[in-house]
T-cell receptor, first 115, second 111 residues
Framework: DTAVSQTPKYLVTQMGNDKSIKCEQNLGHDTMYWYKQDSKKFLKIMFSYNNKELIINETVPNRFSPKSPDKAHLNLHINSLELGDSAVYFC??????????????FGPGTRLTVL | DAKTTQPTSMDCAEGRAANLPCNHSTISGNEYVYWYRQIHSQGPQYIIHGLKNNETNEMASLIITEDRKSSTLILPHATLRDTAVYYCIARRGGSQGNLIFGKGTKLSVKP
């Protein structure tokens, strides 16, 4: 069983389109994240949700809207896609420990290409 | 969270120990040292973490200096599958949030 899964694995789309990436974890974790890895391989946090509530929202355009229907899912919807949105998007999850020692488990990534 | 500094790349012979250094000279007392790695095209994978004491698990050992300003990740018997980018991250205890990834060290294990 895959612990953190993402769909789709690859997404190719035209500029201006709206697309969604789905993430699911079956680890019983209460915190989920979205990270973006650009072409230079820098990995940066975008959002973090704990128990379906947004706790981190880095400087991300409001075209990006995360949605957490339940603790096991955190989907990423992107409106009006731009060329600069091309990247690999990773979902991750963890169980909040209160001590900062929680381990994050990452999904396999979704490679988004905007043409 | 404290900044960490790692060499850009390292080579290691298959079967030998890989020792990956990390400098975190501004680390504060409640910041843990975490190591993750990213094998090509995959999601990052947790390896190990520690606060003050040396730690060992089935994947690796973590040696933290007494002043906590630097640490070394040791892969005791590197295999070709250990070729990856290794990230050293300082993370505040009690924080509920993201990992701040630097550029990491690209480890190449060669036959």
């Amino acid at each position: 069983d895959t612990a953190v899964s993402q769909t789709p694995k690859y997404l190719v789309t035209q500029m201006g389109n709206d697309k969604s990436i789905k993430c699911e974890q079956n680890l019983g974790h209460d915190t989920m994240y979205w990270y973006k890895q650009d072409s230079k391989k820098f990995l940066k946090i975008m959002f973090s949700y704990n128990n379906k509530e947004l706790i981190i929202n880095e400087t991300v355009p409001n075209r990006f809207s995360p949605k957490s229907p339940d603790k096991a899912h955190l989907n990423l919807h992107i409106n009006s896609l731009e060329l600069g949105d091309s990247a690999v998007y990773f979902c991750a999850s963890s169980r909040y420990s209160g001590t900062g020692t929680d381990t994050q488990y990452f999904g396999p990534g979704t490679r988004l290409t905007v043409l | 969270d404290a900044k960490t500094t790692q060499p850009t790349s390292m080579d290691c012979a298959e079967g030998r120990a890989a020792n990956l250094p990390c400098n975190h000279s501004t680390i504060s007392g409640n910041e843990y040292v975490y190591w993750y790695r990213q094998i090509h095209s995959q999601g990052p994978q947790y390896i190990i973490h520690g606060l003050k004491n040396n730690e060992t698990n089935e994947m690796a050992s973590l040696i933290i200096t007494e002043d906590r300003k630097s640490s070394t990740l040791i892969l005791p018997h590197a295999t070709l599958r250990d070729t990856a980018v290794y990230y050293c991250i300082a993370r505040r205890g009690g924080s509920q949030g993201n990992l701040i990834f630097g550029k990491g060290t690209k480890l190449s294990v060669k036959p």
